[in-house]
């Protein structure tokens, strides 16, 4: 499996500009999230799904849109992007939570480091 | 709402000293989660703890949970250089429908040859 995978790695893109980041996983997990990781910091929520055609917004969604129209996939939309969303981007998966008591480890991606100037 | 508190957020350390990372949460929950993030790297995980009293261990990291006091302890034993790297907490909050995970803000950890 190749887990979580993210593209680009790196992108810079100029105020204004609009992008789309990349996130695919091959774990048939349910749940898949968006973070953004500033430097120094820790992760914040942009937006995540509980499964396809499921999004729900986070801690920081503002300037971000998302769709799941395939369990496989969970597209980050920039709609016009600011100096202020220079981070690195994280998505990441895991299985649908149960109330078992069997955990659910969430799984990342390698990132994305975007630069906006 | 859960929230998760880590202290310390930062701590040098010299090699073969002992120490232990705190990770406390504000509400009911018996799912808790370590990951350790290196330099420009993503997060890996490194353990799940999901009952009252749970301890796991790896090497020279040592994690438990205590689920009455809300509390997860990371242990490092005889720290050497390459455990070096952010360490985070993260807990579902069981109050939550889509049972979210709550994270921590990190515990930067340098350690001194």
């Known amino acids: 499996n190749a887990g979580v995978t993210q593209t680009p790695k790196f992108q810079v893109l100029k105020t204004g500009q609009s992008m789309t980041l990349q996130c695919a996983q091959d774990?048939?997990?349910?749940?898949m999230s968006w973070y953004r990781q500033d430097p120094g910091m820790g992760l914040r929520l942009i937006h995540y799904?509980?499964?396809?055609?499921?999004?729900d917004q986070g801690e920081v969604p503002n300037g971000y849109n998302v769709s799941r129209s395939t369990t496989e996939d969970f597209p980050l939309r920039l709609l016009s992007a600011a100096p202020s969303q220079t981070s690195v981007y994280f998505c990441?998966?895991?299985?649908?939570?149960?109330?078992?008591?069997?955990?659910?480890?969430?799984?990342f991606g390698p990132g994305t480091r975007l630069t906006v100037t | 709402e859960l929230k998760v508190e880590q202290n310390p957020l930062f701590l040098s350390m010299q090699e073969g000293k002992n120490y232990t990372i705190y990770c406390n949460y504000s509400?009911?929950?018996?799912?808790l989660y370590w990951y350790r993030q290196d330099p420009g790297k993503s997060l890996e995980s490194l353990f799940v703890?999901?009952?009252n009293g749970a301890v796991k261990q790896e090497g020279r990291l040592m994690a438990s949970l205590d689920t009455k006091a809300r509390l997860s302890t990371l242990h490092i034993t005889a720290a050497v250089h390459d455990l070096s790297a952010t360490y985070f907490c993260?807990?579902?909050?069981?109050?939550?429908?889509?049972?979210?995970?709550?994270w921590g803000a990190g515990t930067k950890l340098i350690i001194k040859p």
């Open positions: 990441a998966s895991r299985t649908r939570i149960s109330t078992s008591g069997v955990g659910n480890e969430q799984y």
């Open positions: 774990m048939n997990h349910e749940y």
């Open positions: 799904s509980v499964g396809a055609g499921i999004t």
């Open positions: 509400t009911t929950s018996d799912r």
């Open positions: 703890l999901l009952s």
């Open positions: 993260a807990v579902d909050d069981l109050m939550d429908s889509n049972y979210q995970l709550i």
